[in-house]
């Protein structure tokens, strides 16, 4: 019998950011492809490179399906649209504003791994958003019998690389060909944690603020998909990051 989750299909949240804007979170459907297109339309070049290595316009068919065809296990997927279900006022469609979107992937070979990843609209950056996702993002891993989350990073510049050791205490990091790699223990968060209640003190937590600043340069699993598709040479894949 599959186990049962609080972060199923059926989860819905109502939030309100630190500006007043109202947001409603829930896990990303398979029907959600154009607003996640419209939303990393909306990223700014800098956003798309840290997160792709690479400048990149948009995102491909097999992409978009790989980032909303998600099963719940093994890959997750929460994402933030507006509350009143339309776009500001500047996009005259009238269609769904998506602001952002937390997922893990659990590692095949350790299940009790995944891969993380937030990305939100730069514009709502700053607002709690982030904050948000990350706590909810945490609970969906650990309900979910996750335990570590691991990041990959550029790690060529040996001052980032001091910086990064001295702020994760409870982790684990390797550096190979250039690319640094950090292993985070997950902090104990419950399902409906209030955003106020946030694990500051959490090596992970103190990680994706630096993300969310733009301060580090990254790899997630969106970056790497095509190299996990078995019918995809990496070697031959023009989006695989390099180090």
Same mark, same amino acid.
């Given at each position: 019998?599959?186990?049962?989750?609080?972060?199923?299909?059926?989860?819905?949240?109502?939030?309100?950011?630190?500006? !007043?804007?109202?947001?409603?979170?829930?896990?990303?459907?398979?029907?959600?492809?154009?607003?996640? $297109?419209?939303?990393?339309?909306?990223?700014?070049?800098?956003?798309?490179?840290?997160?792709?290595?690479?400048? =990149? @316009?948009?995102?491909? *068919?097999? &992409?978009?399906?790989? @980032?909303? &065809? +998600?099963?719940?296990?093994?890959? +997750?997927?929460? !994402?933030?649209? $507006?509350?009143?279900?339309?776009? *500001?006022?500047? %996009?005259?469609?009238?269609? %769904? &504003?998506?602001?952002?979107?937390?997922?893990?992937?659990?590692?095949?070979?350790?299940?009790?791994?995944?891969?993380? /990843?937030?990305?939100?609209?730069?514009? +709502?950056?700053? =607002?709690?958003?982030?904050?948000?996702?990350?706590?909810?993002?945490?609970?969906?891993?650990? &309900?979910?019998?996750?335990?570590?989350?691991?990041?990959?990073?550029?790690?060529?510049?040996?001052?980032? *690389? %001091?910086? @990064?050791?001295?702020?994760? /205490?409870?982790?684990?990091?390797?550096?190979?060909?250039? +690319?640094?790699?950090?292993?985070?223990?997950?902090?104990?968060?419950?399902?409906? *944690?209030?955003?106020?209640?946030?694990?500051?003190?959490?090596?992970?937590?103190?990680?994706?603020?630096?993300?969310?600043?733009?301060? @580090?340069?990254?790899? %997630?699993?969106?970056? $790497?998909?095509?190299?996990?598709?078995?019918?995809?040479?990496?070697?031959?894949?023009?989006?695989?990051?390099?180090?």
């Amino acid at each position: 019998m599959a186990a049962v989750h609080y972060f199923s299909s059926d989860y819905e949240e109502r939030a309100t950011l630190r500006d !007043g804007t109202e947001v409603v979170l829930r896990m990303v459907r398979p029907d959600d492809k154009d607003l996640l $297109r419209r939303g990393f339309l909306k990223l700014s070049p800098q956003s798309r490179y840290l997160r792709f290595f690479t400048p =990149k @316009l948009d995102l491909s *068919q097999d &992409e978009l399906r790989y @980032l909303t &065809e +998600v099963d719940g296990e093994v890959h +997750v997927a929460i !994402g933030a649209v $507006r509350a009143d279900g339309t776009a *500001q006022a500047d %996009d005259a469609s009238g269609d %769904d &504003e998506g602001l952002g979107v937390a997922r893990f992937v659990r590692l095949a070979d350790e299940p009790a791994v995944a891969e993380a /990843a937030i990305a939100l609209l730069d514009d +709502v950056q700053g =607002k709690g958003l982030g904050s948000l996702l990350f706590l909810r993002l945490v609970a969906a891993a650990r &309900e979910r019998g996750i335990e570590r989350f691991r990041c990959e990073i550029l790690g060529s510049n040996r001052a980032m *690389q %001091d910086f @990064l050791f001295g702020i994760a /205490a409870e982790r684990t990091i390797e550096v190979n060909g250039g +690319v640094m790699s950090i292993e985070f223990a997950l902090p104990d968060v419950e399902v409906a *944690q209030p955003a106020a209640d946030l694990p500051r003190e959490s090596s992970l937590y103190k990680f994706f603020t630096l993300l969310a600043r733009g301060a @580090l340069d990254w790899r %997630d699993a969106v970056a $790497r998909l095509a190299m996990r598709r078995r019918d995809v040479d990496p070697d031959d894949d023009p989006k695989r990051p390099r180090a």
